[in-house]
């Protein structure tokens, strides 16, 4: 596999395409992977992944169906009919019919990777002072979980403060407390949207995206 090249992984098969080739997906029968072709609810040409100039990009050619796409924070995005975006490192692509089907991109790395914080072991400084211990950590992976899974266990949704509470077998009230002081600590120095209806999901993409806690958290939960 050439330093360009993108990799495809769907299901148990591997695909290297090189920077002059495509790789095309849906229920059509001349597509590079066709799924499902008894499922009308996906499109005959659902998307196409391939390269311009340097750069790889995900094409969703259906005039009607949205495709999504999950980061490797496990944030999720909708790419509506005849959009397209850059893929970059991994991506993971969805493709809902009766049941989802899903696609695993690998592409070069951006040469300048955004600089993240990583929060391990003992007390860290989450943003402008506001300190994240392990029992804070273990709560936002307990309550995040979702996001963190890969396969039919993916959910881009915060659990609810009971479920959470009880994969650790702690009260409710004493998960509710460290996760409400906590986005009351990160409100406070700045950190946007932690306030509102939305306020788990901001506080979740914050989790995420500054690396706070990563899918190699998830045995925390799972001993």
Known sequence: MGD??????AGDTQYDIAPEES???????????QIDPDDAAISRLAGAVECVGSVWFLTNHSSSRPLATVDRFGLRNVLAPGNRAVV???????????????LVLHAPEPVSPPIVAVATGQATSA????????????????LFA????EGDRYDPNPKSYAAAAARLGWPRTTLVKRIEYLRLRLDRAG????????ALHALAEYALTT???TKDDLPLIHR
């Open 4 to 9: 360009r090249d993108l990799r495809v992984v």
């Open 23 to 33: 790789f095309t997906f849906g229920r059509g029968k001349s597509c590079t992977v």
């Open 88 to 102: 970059e490192g991994r991506l993971r692509v969805i493709v809902e019919g009766a049941r989802s089907h899903e």
């Open 127 to 142: 943003g402008a002072g506001v300190l994240v211990n392990d029992q804070d950590r273990l709560a936002l992976v307990a």
């Open 146 to 149: 979702g996001y963190l899974q």
């Open 191 to 198: 950190v946007p949207n932690l306030q509102g209806w939305n």
């Open 211 to 213: 690396e706070l806690i």
